[in-house]
C-alpha cells in the first residue's frame, strides 16, 4: 500500500521561503519519478516540478530559478525547496509518487 504525506506548508510573505517535504512508503524510491503538483484557489492543478530517477529535474516556467526539487532515497522523501516566493505562488501543494498516488497536500499562502 502507497502513502504519500506532504508536510512543510505555511504562511510567509512575499519574498521568503518554505521548504516541502513529501514522504512515501510502499514504493521504491530510487526508482520512482516524483512529481510536485500545485492547485491555486479557484484554478485547475498544475506541474510545478518533476524529478526521475536519475535525479534530472524539470520545471514549470513559472517557478524557474526560484524553487528547487531534490530527493533523498534513504528518507524515501522528495523536497521543494520555495525561495522569492510570491502571493501568486499561494495553493495547495501536492506531491505525486507513480501510480497515481498522491497526498492530501499542504497549503502554501503568501502575503503580499
Known amino acids: 500500500q502507497v502513502q504519500v504525506v506532504e508536510s512543510g506548508g505555511g504562511l510567509v510573505q512575499a519574498g521568503g521561503s518554505l521548504r516541502l517535504s513529501c514522504a512515501a512508503s510502499?514504493?521504491?524510491?530510487?526508482?520512482?519519478?516524483m512529481m510536485w503538483y500545485r492547485q491555486p484557489p479557484g484554478k485547475q492543478r498544475e506541474l510545478v516540478a518533476t524529478i526521475t530517477s536519475s535525479g534530472s529535474t524539470n520545471y514549470a516556467d513559472s517557478v524557474k530559478g526560484r524553487f528547487t526539487i531534490s530527493r533523498d532515497n534513504a528518507k524515501n522523501t522528495v523536497y521543494l525547496q520555495m525561495n522569492s516566493l510570491k502571493p501568486e505562488d499561494t495553493a495547495v501543494y501536492y506531491c505525486?509518487?507513480?501510480?497515481?498516488?498522491w497526498g492530501q497536500g499542504t497549503q502554501v499562502t503568501v502575503s503580499s
Open positions: 510502499g514504493i521504491i524510491m530510487r526508482t520512482a519519478v
Open positions: 505525486k509518487a507513480p501510480l497515481n498516488n
